[in-house]
């Protein structure tokens, strides 16, 4: 079946550690994205990635960073430089970007808990 | 810049209650429309979408109509069940690179 996995479903954290969340997509799309979301609000978008190699920041892009180079992979470092990262974390993918309906398919989440 | 608008929540419905969420986006252009449902814990679904005017989405009993008149894509659901109890994200496509959200509106449905 096609979809999206992230790993771990849930991580911790120390303080000033960075950790890496994992994505992956079989759907074959072009486009993948991170999104932030905290109890009780909407998402916030961390980074995306239109193509490999290259990937543009979201709105909450601080402290954090990411790499595409597979089209299948899309892997977010939180870096210690993030305030407060205890959040989950979701990934999604798309066929492509910059086109009328950009219907996204999402991952089913990580938890991230600094401790 | 664009948005999405919908309902503060929570929405507290009894089971087999008629349910209206209401969204609203900016009239920039055409956006594509979206509802997603984000059960407890899990990542988001997409319900249902609607690309143009008049259109209607529907899936699983909800149903959304693209009005350009009043600039809405209100979810509706004639008789809700308890297993609908989610969080529901309304969403713009206005062909740009990303996806615009809505806040999010928390559904509890009691039997």
């Known amino acids: 079946d096609g979809g999206i996995t992230q790993s771990p479903k849930y991580l911790f954290r120390k303080e000033g550690q960075n950790v890496t969340l994992s994505c992956e997509q079989n759907?074959?799309?072009?486009?993948m994205y991170w999104y932030r979301q905290d109890p009780g609000q909407g998402l916030r978008l961390i980074y995306y990635s239109q193509i490999v190699n290259d990937f543009q920041k979201g709105d909450i892009a601080e402290g954090y960073s990411v790499s595409r180079e597979k089209k299948e992979s899309f892997p977010l470092t939180v870096t210690s430089a993030q305030k407060n990262p205890t959040a989950f974390y979701l990934c999604?993918?798309?066929?492509?970007?910059?086109?009328?309906?950009?219907?996204?398919?999402f991952g089913p989440g990580t938890r991230l808990t600094v401790l | 810049g664009n948005s999405v608008t919908q309902m503060e929540g929570p929405v507290t419905l009894s089971e087999e209650a008629f349910l209206t969420i209401n969204c609203t986006y900016t009239a920039t252009g055409y956006p594509s429309l979206f509802w997603y449902v984000q059960y407890p814990g899990e990542g988001l679904q997409l319900l249902l979408k609607?690309?143009?005017?008049?259109d209607k989405g529907s899936n699983k009993g909800f149903e959304a109509t693209y009005r350009k008149e009043t600039t809405s894509f209100h979810l509706e659901k004639g008789s809700v069940q308890v297993s609908d109890s989610a969080v529901y994200f309304c969403?713009?496509?206005?062909?740009?690179?990303?996806?615009?959200f809505g806040t999010g509106t928390r559904l509890q449905v009691f039997p």
């Open positions: 609607a690309t143009k005017a008049d």
């Open positions: 999604a993918s798309s066929r492509t970007s910059g086109m009328t309906y950009n219907e996204q398919f």
């Open positions: 969403a713009g496509d206005y062909n740009t690179d990303k996806l615009i």
């Open positions: 759907l074959n799309h072009d486009a």
